[in-house]
């Protein structure tokens, strides 16, 4: 009788990941298991394929030879090493799961954890637009946990050394029956690491650490913004008994600036601009990062207008051209009057109204519209 397709056997897609494998076969686990389905050799037959085809998929190497040659690219590769419903390699239902139901009860499949790696760190770290544009070097004190130097990391008295854990037998694991299962737990005496200290380290109290403040000199890159994150692998809190220390993440946060606005590679400011020099045209000096730059601003130019400068933006921090400036006009009116300013500006709004629409050609058709409104209702 030939063997039905695995990918058929655990319904799942041909391109389907470690974890969609793992679901599929703990669900027809639970649904076939010998100890569930006692003197049904229907359902015995379903788990040995199911496992079978779990066991092929779940290993890359044979599952990459499945895939180019079929079962016979797996041939005695996938079955269970005896026969019968107590064949599943020698365990019971708990242990058959072991793998498969250790992130629910605490447990992976059987080797034990060991120290656990010393936390991860963030740091937020704020910098002008100026430094994050261009890069710069920063020192940080950063609160952390280094290594005990009494013990050198171990926890233990000098000169002694951490022992077995006798309850585990230095597995980290210890397994308790329930019902069917067979639950793997934690070790309560060792908390999963395998080994105790029978005399602790005095300096450090047995965990092998200490706290501390450390400085860190960090390279900023240029063209980073808010939210960037510069990882320091091994910068972070020492992990306990000498485990590995884990990784100090630098998340940058950029200042407001007083002129310039940022958005991503492009930069964005306010041009302040009198209506002399919008309606006759003319040029005005415009910040950049690089210093100043004249700007020409033609004739009849209305508030709001936008003028691009290229290049005079960010280089991103991953590479690629550098971005815009992008000036927005602003017209300012004219504050603090005196009188002789005051009659001329009048005299200039009487000629303007002589022309009619074609010196306000905005504002005649916007009363245009208003009239309308009215007359329709």
Same mark, same amino acid.
């Given at each position: =009788?030939?063997?039905?397709?695995?990918?058929?056997? &655990?319904?799942?897609?041909?391109?389907?990941?470690?974890?969609?494998?793992?679901?599929?076969?703990?669900?027809?686990?639970?649904?076939?298991?010998?100890? +569930?389905?006692?003197?049904?050799?229907?359902?015995?037959?379903?788990?040995?394929?199911?496992?079978?085809?779990?066991?092929?998929?779940?290993?890359?190497?044979?599952?990459?030879?499945?895939?180019?040659?079929?079962?016979?690219?797996?041939?005695?590769?996938?079955?269970?090493?005896?026969?019968?419903?107590?064949?599943?390699?020698?365990?019971?239902?708990?242990?058959?799961?072991?793998?498969?139901?250790?992130?629910?009860?605490?447990?992976?499949?059987?080797?034990?954890?060991?120290?656990? +790696?010393?936390?991860? @760190?963030?740091?937020? &770290?704020?910098?002008? @637009?100026?430094?994050? *544009?261009?890069?710069?070097?920063?020192?940080?004190?950063?609160?952390?946990?280094?290594?005990?130097?009494?013990?050198?990391?171990?926890?233990?008295?000098?000169?002694?050394?951490? *022992?077995?854990?006798?309850?585990?037998?230095? =597995?980290?694991?210890?397994? =308790?029956?329930?019902?069917?299962?067979?639950?793997?737990?934690?070790?309560?005496?060792?908390?999963?690491?395998?080994?105790?200290?029978?005399?602790?380290?005095?300096?450090?109290?047995?965990?092998? #650490?200490?706290?501390?403040?450390?400085?860190?000199?960090?390279?900023?890159?240029?063209?980073?913004?808010?939210?960037?994150?510069?990882?320091?692998?091994?910068?972070?809190?020492?992990?306990?008994?000498?485990?590995?220390?884990?990784?100090?993440?630098?998340?940058?946060?950029?200042?407001?600036?007083?002129?310039?606005?940022?958005?991503?590679?492009? &930069?964005?400011?306010?041009?302040?601009?009198?209506? *002399?020099?919008?309606?006759?045209?003319?040029?005005?000096?415009?910040?950049?990062?690089?210093?100043?730059?004249? &700007?020409?601003?033609?004739?009849?130019?209305?508030?709001?207008?936008?003028? #691009?400068?290229?290049?005079?933006?960010?280089?991103?921090?991953?590479?690629?051209?550098?971005?815009?400036?992008?000036?927005?006009?602003?017209?300012?009116?004219?504050?603090?009057?005196?009188?002789?300013?005051?009659?001329?500006?009048?005299?200039?709004?009487?000629?303007?109204?002589?022309?009619?629409? #074609?010196?306000?050609?905005?504002?005649?058709?916007?009363?245009?519209?208003?009239?309308?409104?009215?007359?329709?209702?």
């Amino acid at each position: =009788m030939s063997k039905r397709d695995y990918y058929e056997v &655990l319904g799942v897609a041909k391109d389907a990941g470690p974890q969609d494998l793992k679901k599929a076969y703990r669900r027809l686990a639970m649904k076939y298991h010998p100890d +569930r389905n006692p003197d049904d050799q229907e359902a015995v037959a379903k788990f040995k394929e199911a496992k079978e085809a779990y066991e092929v998929l779940a290993d890359e190497q044979k599952r990459a030879a499945y895939d180019q040659f079929g079962h016979a690219g797996v041939n005695g590769q996938g079955g269970f090493g005896g026969g019968g419903a107590g064949g599943f390699g020698g365990g019971g239902f708990g242990d058959i799961f072991g793998d498969i139901f250790g992130d629910i009860f605490g447990g992976g499949g059987g080797g034990r954890r060991g120290p656990a +790696r010393g936390a991860d @760190l963030r740091y937020t &770290l704020e910098l002008t @637009l100026e430094q994050a *544009v261009r890069g710069c070097e920063e020192k940080i004190r950063v609160p952390s946990w280094d290594p005990c130097d009494v013990c050198e990391g171990s926890g233990a008295q000098p000169g002694e050394r951490p *022992v077995t854990c006798p309850t585990c037998k230095g =597995m980290g694991q210890v397994r =308790m029956q329930q019902g069917f299962f067979t639950v793997q737990q934690a070790c309560p005496t060792c908390r999963s690491e395998g080994k105790i200290i029978e005399n602790p380290c005095g300096h450090c109290a047995g965990q092998g #650490r200490v706290q501390s403040t450390k400085t860190l000199s960090v390279k900023i890159p240029p063209g980073v913004d808010t939210g960037d994150r510069i990882r320091l692998a091994g910068k972070g809190e020492a992990g306990v008994h000498g485990a590995p220390a884990g990784d100090l993440y630098v998340q940058v946060a950029v200042r407001e600036h007083d002129i310039f606005q940022r958005d991503g590679e492009n &930069l964005h400011c306010e041009v302040p601009l009198s209506f *002399v020099d919008a309606a006759l045209g003319g040029e005005v000096e415009v910040p950049t990062l690089e210093g100043q730059v004249k &700007l020409k601003v033609p004739p009849e130019t209305q508030t709001g207008k936008l003028f #691009r400068l290229r290049g005079k933006g960010v280089v991103p921090v991953r590479g690629g051209p550098p971005g815009d400036l992008l000036c927005k006009v602003v017209l300012e009116t004219p504050v603090n009057l005196s009188s002789e300013q005051r009659e001329l500006l009048r005299g200039f709004q009487a000629s303007l109204d002589k022309g009619g629409e #074609r010196h306000n050609p905005r504002r005649t058709n916007w009363f245009e519209g208003v009239k309308r409104f009215f007359e329709g209702r």
